[in-house]
Nanobody, 127 residues
Framework: QAQLVQSGGGSVQAGGSLRLSCELFGYTSESNCMGWFRQVPGKEREGVAR????????YYDDSVNGRFTISQDDAKKTVYLQMNSLKPDDTGMYYCAADLPDKLSGDIYGGCSFGYWGQGTQVTVSS
């Protein structure tokens, strides 16, 4: 079974940077998409960024555009989220997700259907 394992996160002051990592295990084929989401208590989970695995096209939520960068390694089994110029509003639980072709349905985000999820990691930005 495919599994996503996250690392990174933590606490940082406003204006600082953090880098999140997410590795896909147990799946030998290529994903359709990889993405990052975040959630805070009382609010819906929102898509932060996504990358189309084959051609590497990236898309960002307006709230992070210009500050965050999503990328993948050459094996296309690890996805990263580089977060710069962090704001207190960026605080939340961050989840990576994968759109794998063996899953019929998932959480729709753009042209991707995310059916596999990482365990989440907390990001806290203080003012």
């Amino acid at each position: 079974q495919a599994q996503l394992v996250q690392s990174g996160g933590g606490s940082v002051q406003a204006g600082g940077s953090l880098r999140l990592s997410c590795e896909l295990f147990g799946y030998t084929s290529e994903s359709n998409c990889m993405g990052w989401f975040r959630q805070v208590p009382g609010k819906e989970r929102e898509g932060v960024a996504r990358i189309y695995t084959d051609h590497g096209s990236t898309y960002y939520d307006d709230s992070v555009n210009g500050r965050f960068t999503i990328s993948q390694d050459d094996a296309k089994k690890t996805v990263y989220l580089q977060m710069n110029s962090l704001k207190p509003d960026d605080t939340g639980m961050y989840y990576c997700a994968a759109d794998l072709p063996d899953k019929l349905s998932g959480d729709i985000y753009g042209g991707c259907s995310f059916g596999y999820w990482g365990q989440g990691t907390q990001v806290t930005v203080s003012s």
